[in-house]
């Protein structure tokens, strides 16, 4: 007995060093999904954050949009993708709060299959409007919404999205009615917004910043507490004549809830050492968007306090996906 302990103890090392290490993290490209198409501040963020990452990380960071659904496609599946840190989603307010509240079989939970890596970013919507439109600001367009109930159009990226959910508070709060065009992204309702098939909408400031400076759209307000920094000539939504209105939209990046630890940690890092650069963040301000909270683990309580907020929220407002 004591010879084969002893043949053991002589082979153990030989085996040991014969098996496979397990290679440190990351040994193969990241993937960051984006569960909208391309053109909107989820897309940008993610493509901002993905560039520096990739430098820092030596591996392929590879940004995939998967829109539809209100971004439920998306988030779906990330959600079914391995918890190893190298499926990563990009997403905000409305993938990880109100879409799953309005959906019976969204595919996902975010406070069961994900954890957050970063509140990369919050922002107020813009409230804007066709350049031919003869709406200058928002009492404007809220007199013309009331001569004419329902006739007015606004476009969202789907039902549930911070575009739709916002216009449903103004709804509430003023009385007003308006006939709802969800499309499967952002950048496709600005399009038809330009053209002037809608008449209004509240839109991500990345989506909308550059038709508002060649002036081929017109912005009204902004939906925040306070002025944007980014359009400190704008009143907020509060200011020009709905006291008490205030929507603000966050962003996240999050990964499968399970990551290991020390996997967690790297991401988490690497994010938060991302969106200290300056030059980041003068790149997000130039877009309209200002740095979520820096704390990571203040960022994951945020999201979680937040999803439980708007599905409460959602749920007295009575809105449902079609």
Do not use: C
């Not at 990452?53 to 439920?72: D, K, M, Y």
């Not at 959910?165 to 309702?189: D, E, F, N, W």
């Not at 017109?218 to 200011?239: D, F, I, Q």
């Amino acid at each position: 007995m004591r010879s084969v302990h002893r043949r053991t103890a002589l082979f153990l090392p030989a085996l040991l060093a014969a098996a496979p290490a397990r290679a440190e993290w990351p040994d193969r490209p990241v993937r960051v999904i984006v569960p909208f198409a391309p053109g909107g501040s989820s897309d940008l963020i993610a493509r901002l954050i993905g560039t520096e990452l990739q430098a820092r990380l030596g591996q392929p960071v590879v940004v995939e949009n998967r829109g539809g659904a209100n971004g439920a496609i998306g988030m779906a599946s990330a959600a079914q993708a391995p918890a190893d840190g190298y499926t990563l989603v990009a997403g905000h307010i409305g993938t990880h709060a109100i879409t799953p509240a309005i959906m019976r079989s969204p595919g996902y939970d975010t406070l069961r299959d994900f954890t957050t890596i970063a509140v990369p970013a919050t922002s107020s919507s813009v409230l804007v409007v066709p350049q031919a439109s003869p709406v200058r600001d928002l009492r404007g367009l809220l007199d013309l919404a009331r001569a004419r109930p329902g006739a007015l159009s606004y476009g969202s990226p789907g039902v549930g999205s911070p575009s739709h959910v916002t216009v449903v508070l103004l709804s509430k709060m003023t009385g007003i009615s308006a006939q709802h065009v969800p499309y499967r992204g952002g950048g496709p309702a600005v399009t038809d917004l330009v053209a002037g098939t809608l008449d209004f909408m509240f839109a991500g400031p990345a989506e909308v910043l550059g038709q508002i400076q060649s002036g081929r759209l017109r912005a009204l307000a902004t939906t925040g507490e306070r002025r944007s920094p980014g359009s400190p000539n704008l009143p907020t939504v509060a200011e020009a004549g709905v006291p008490g209105f205030q929507f603000t939209v966050w962003h996240a990046l999050s990964t499968r809830a399970g990551t290991p630890p020390a996997v967690l940690d790297r991401l988490r890092g690497e994010v938060a050492a991302v969106l200290g650069s300056e030059a980041v963040q003068a790149r997000l301000r130039d877009v309209g968007l200002e740095r979520g909270p820096q704390d990571a683990l203040a960022a994951e309580a945020m999201l979680r306090a937040e999803v439980r907020r708007w599905g409460t929220l959602v749920h007295e407002a009575g809105i449902q996906a079609d």
